[in-house]
Antibody, heavy 112, light 112 residues
Framework: QVKLLQSGAALVKPGASVKMSCKAS????????VSWVKQSHGKSLEWIGE????????NFNEKFKGKATLTVDKSTSTAYMELSRLTSEDSAIYYC?????WGQGVMVTVSS | DVVLTQTPSTLSATIGQSVSISCRSS???????????LYWYLQRPGQSPQLLIY???NLGSGVPNRFSGSGSGTDFTLKISGVEAEDLGVYYC?????????FGSGTKLEIK
């Protein structure tokens, strides 16, 4: 069955970057778009963007352009998202999703 | 961006009661090919969202048939016919017809 296993929680300092992973299994990784979604504490969900592993093509929510970078490693069926120039507004849970399948989420806390 | 307005924001129900959640879109979600990419998700406390309904009215895999979806264009409804204790959580509608994909603000279902 489809599984998306995300990396562990991260505590990072303001101004730094963080890179998280999403290891996929149970399907052909290169055939489906992988999306990333942000959920700030107690709030709704925001779509960040998506990547097509076969070509590396990406689509982004304008709000997250310049903030998020999406990449993949086809050899390990893993998708990555890097967030840069972190502020307290970036503290949230980040999910990777192959709609309708979701990873367990990564909690990112930005604090000095 | 498409704005999805969910009402009510909070719903309190007894076991066995039937309830409905509304999701209204700022634009029609019908695309040029005749598809309407409107989904319903349930996020239980501490968990990732799980799919309930896809393409307005189709039941997700393994989802109990007490859940049903309806609607068209800009107005959509999720109905739970006979709430059970396991249904507590936050319900989100999501649209994928227009980029960026967007989510409603959520409806929290509480069990009396």
């Amino acid at each position: 069955q489809v599984k998306l296993l995300q990396s562990g929680a991260a505590l990072v300092k303001p101004g730094a970057s963080v890179k998280m992973s999403c290891k996929a299994s149970g399907y052909t990784f290169t055939d489906y778009w992988v999306s990333w979604v942000k959920q700030s504490h107690g709030k709704s969900l925001e779509w960040i963007g998506e990547i097509y592993p076969n070509s590396g093509a990406t689509n982004f929510n304008e709000k997250f352009k310049g903030k998020a970078t999406l990449t993949v490693d086809k050899s390990t069926s893993t998708a990555y998202m890097e967030l840069s120039r972190l502020t307290s507004e970036d503290s949230a849970i980040y999910y990777c999703t192959l709609f309708p399948y979701w990873g367990q989420g990564v909690m990112v806390t930005v604090s000095s | 961006d498409v704005v999805l307005t969910q009402t009510p924001s909070t719903l309190s129900a007894t076991i066995g009661q039937s309830v409905s959640i509304s999701c209204r879109s700022s634009q029609s979600l019908l695309d040029s090919a005749g598809n309407t990419y409107l989904y319903w998700y349930l996020q239980r406390p501490g968990q990732s969202p799980q799919l309930l309904i896809y393409l307005v009215s189709n039941l997700g895999s393994g989802v109990p048939n007490r859940f049903s979806g309806s609607g068209s264009g800009t107005d959509f409804t999720l109905k739970i016919s006979g709430v059970e204790a396991e249904d507590l959580g936050v319900y989100y509608c999501m649209q994928a017809t227009h980029a960026p994909f967007t989510f409603g603000s959520g409806t929290k279902l509480e069990i009396k």
